[in-house]
């Protein structure tokens, strides 16, 4: 009689060589002799994916994305089909699958797409049969029989769904650091581990640059309430449960500090300063699917204004191929990139009701110098974009200022 099902995720680091590999088969077939099914969610070894973008870039440096998804998509493959050879090896019936052979369908916006439906029976007749299932995370297939992957990091939105659409008992997400941090622990040493947090702070977290998680992973958490329990394939240590509500002793106002590389700056220079402008740019750049964060318009003192706007790299030279576009169709002047800069940002759901954090937040950048070139606020944070250069430091300084370090 089994226990029930547990949907666990090994990221990239935690089957990084045959060294890793075989840690994971060791831990996943502990499980299965104390009485689990299990359904193991496998990322690409290491870096492949960053390897194989890096790939793709010295052959085209706007590639289809059609064709991008189907190379990314490659790297789990690898590591699934080794990790089941691991498994058998340690005497365990294991099957390896594609996105695409247990019928994780999705829509067809490649690079990112978004999964409409699963079709569970494979699976379940594996595991039926006693069978390890193993899934390649990040990836699925559209309904024209294309390969699609779901964003980066989207191997934790694989575990998701499927604990979600199987009923797993557990969902795990096991990497390389012992569970969420108050920031990123390769830039603070001193930050400490996070026992609870809710989906709507670790969302927050997540959007803003905490690539422990993938975003779309924590929204889907949230919707169907599946707890996800975040922690070390290298420790048998608890690790962060991400749910629903925290019960805490005192308001915490600020929870967590963020750091975003990833993504550039693109200004357009010497627009005019009249209705309609804006909306054409960002309706054309809405169509071409690119996301778009954070938007600034300087003040006009002679009819015309500059726009500038944040943007995944990933979507950069798309972006910059559609701002120029419309820059020729408005009559407007340059576009230009910035890649020098970095998001920082502070998360809590206790600013909702205190005063002076955004004060704190930007004394803290003026005490180490450091200039802000734009500043944007939800509910629950507020971001700045700064040089990267000062990234680190900007990042330490405030998990020291709001008392966040061990
Ligand atoms: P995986 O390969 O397991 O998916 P990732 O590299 O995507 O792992 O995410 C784990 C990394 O996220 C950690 O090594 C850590 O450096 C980084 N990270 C950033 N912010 C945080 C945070 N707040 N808590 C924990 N880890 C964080
Ligand atoms: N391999 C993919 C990436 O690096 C997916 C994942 O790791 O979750 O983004
Ligand atoms: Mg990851």
């Known amino acids: 009689m089994s226990k029930g099902l547990i949907v666990q995720k090994f990221g990239g680091s935690s089957v990084a060589n045959p060294e890793c590999i075989k840690n994971v088969a060791k831990r996943v077939t502990g499980y299965k002799k104390n009485g689990y099914d299990l359904v193991v969610v496998v990322s690409a070894l290491g870096d492949t994916t960053d390897e194989l973008i890096t790939l793709a870039d010295q052959i085209n440096k706007d590639p289809s994305e059609r064709e991008m998804d189907m190379l990314l998509s490659t790297g789990e493959q690898i590591s699934v089909a080794l990790l089941a050879m691991a498994i ?18 999705t829509d067809s916006s490649h690079m990112r797409a978004r999964i409409i439906k699963i079709n569970g029976g494979k699976i379940q007749q594996e595991l039926k049969k006693g069978k390890i ?48 941090y108050t920031t990123d622990p390769r830039i603070e040493p001193k930050a400490k581990k996070i026992k609870e947090i809710t989906y ?23 919707k169907f309430d599946v707890p996800l329990h975040v922690r070390s394939s290298f420790s048998p240590d608890c690790g962060t449960m991400i749910i629903k509500e925290v019960k805490k002793m005192e308001e915490v106002v600020v929870n967590g500090v963020t750091l975003n ?21 960002f ?7 690119v996301s778009v964060d954070m938007i600034v318009q300087n003040v006009s003192h002679t009819r015309q204004t500059d726009i500038s706007f944040t943007t995944p790299k990933t979507d950069s030279a798309k972006a910059l191929r559609i701002t120029k576009l419309v820059a020729r169709r408005i009559g407007a002047g340059d576009v230009s990139v910035d890649q020098d800069i970095a998001r920082v940002s502070i998360v809590g759901v206790g600013m909702k009701s205190h005063h002076g954090v955004a004060a704190g937040m930007f004394g803290v950048l003026a005490e180490n110098k450091i200039n802000i070139e734009m500043i944007s606020t939800s509910d629950i944070s507020i971001s700045c974009i700064i040089k990267k250069k000062f990234a680190e430091t900007a990042v330490r300084a405030l998990h020291k200022k709001f008392g966040l370090a061990k």
């Open 200 to 222: 709507d702070e670790m969302l927050e977290m997540a959007s803003l640059g905490a690539q422990v998680m993938q975003p779309r992973s924590i929204e889907v958490a949230k």
């Open 283 to 289: 309706k054309e750049l809405a169509c071409g699917q």
């Open 88 to 105: 058998h090896k340690l005497g365990f019936e294991a099957i390896s699958f594609t996105g695409a052979q247990v019928g994780i369908i």
């Open 261 to 281: 590389k990833n993504e550039v700056k693109i200004t357009l220079c010497n627009v005019s300063d009249k209705p309609g402008v804006a909306a054409k740019l």
């Open 133 to 180: 299932v193993i899934v390649a995370g990040f990836q699925g297939i559209n309904l024209n029989q294309d390969i699609t992957t779901l964003g980066r990091g989207g191997s934790d939105l694989t575990a998701v769904a499927l604990a979600k659409e199987l009923k797993a008992n557990s969902c795990e997400i096991y990497t390389d650091v012992k569970g969420i």
